[in-house]
């Protein structure tokens, strides 16, 4: 079927995604939507499946870079980790805008798809920024570093170079429990993403999750329970206030932070 009949469909990756909105490019008017295969198909919707090739999806990447200029691509990719429902949709057609009309594209916010991908993109990027302080990295048993995380946005390959670059000597990784992916990180070397990443624990917890803290070093257990003794002791219970808290660090973050008890 060609793709122009109907939905170009993808299996979530961001180089699926490219090699669906290239397969889009190729098409006859009017283009074709592209989606993500797990988003439920209407009753008479006709879709075309698009396999995952990074070699194709690289050479999109570049062909578009060299037309719109790369800061629009970090753009594009921006809006693609967000998450946000339909962005997928919207940058295939501002992809389209970019191949034809180049950076300026972006600049037309009165353009609803535009004004989507920018706020998808912003919305990746403030989360990005703000895990770059929020990562808390726990000893392991072997001498590892470890800092699981569970952002809304897909940011890893957002802060990844961040990390990398800041702990340059350290062997560490940082993963992301939802998506099952993690920053790995070797002293001396360029970072890699990766994918099905799991924490080879010796006990797990209920439900059969490994247990990280199963695998922590006698030294960081000793220094979580002196911060957390610390962070009681300082503490003014009268002047106690959650909501305070909250409007400076968001509740769903405070699972990753030792001080952060239950109420």
């Not at 698009?50 to 070699?55: I, P, Q, S, W």
């Not at 946005?153 to 993690?182: N, Q, Y």
Request: charged fraction near 25%; include cysteine; aromatic fraction near 8%.
């Amino acid at each position: 079927m060609n793709g122009a009949e109907g939905t170009i469909v993808y299996h979530g990756s961001f180089p699926g995604f490219l090699c669906a909105c290239a397969e889009a490019l190729n098409s006859r008017e009017p283009a074709p939507r592209v989606l993500d295969a797990r988003v439920e198909p209407t009753l008479f919707e006709a879709r075309f499946q698009v396999a995952r090739d990074d070699e194709r999806a690289a050479a999109l990447w570049d062909r578009i870079s060299n037309r719109a200029g790369s800061q629009a691509m970090v753009t594009v990719l921006e809006a693609f980790l967000s998450g946000m429902p339909g962005a997928d949709a919207s940058l295939a057609t501002v992809l389209r805008k970019l191949w034809r009309k180049g950076a300026k594209a972006l600049d037309d916010l009165s353009d609803g798809d535009v004004l989507a991908v920018e706020k998808a993109a912003l919305r990746a990027r403030q989360e990005g920024h703000k895990f770059c302080g929020l990562v808390r990295f726990s000893k392991l048993s072997d001498g590892s570093w470890y800092a699981p995380v569970e952002p809304s946005c897909d940011v890893l390959p957002l802060i990844a170079e961040h990390f990398s670059t800041r702990f340059s000597s350290m062997r560490f990784a940082i993963h992301d429990l939802a998506r099952g992916s993690a920053i790995i990180h070797e002293a001396g070397r360029p970072c890699s993403l990766v994918e099905g990443f799991h924490l080879d624990a010796a006990t797990t917890q209920d439900g059969g999750r490994p247990d990280p803290e199963a695998e922590l070093s006698r030294g960081e257990k000793e220094i979580r329970a002196l911060w957390s003794l610390y962070f009681r002791a300082i503490a003014i219970e009268p002047r106690r206030n959650r909501r305070l808290q909250m409007s400076h660090m968001p509740r769903k973050y405070w699972s990753r932070l030792t001080e952060m008890g239950p109420d």
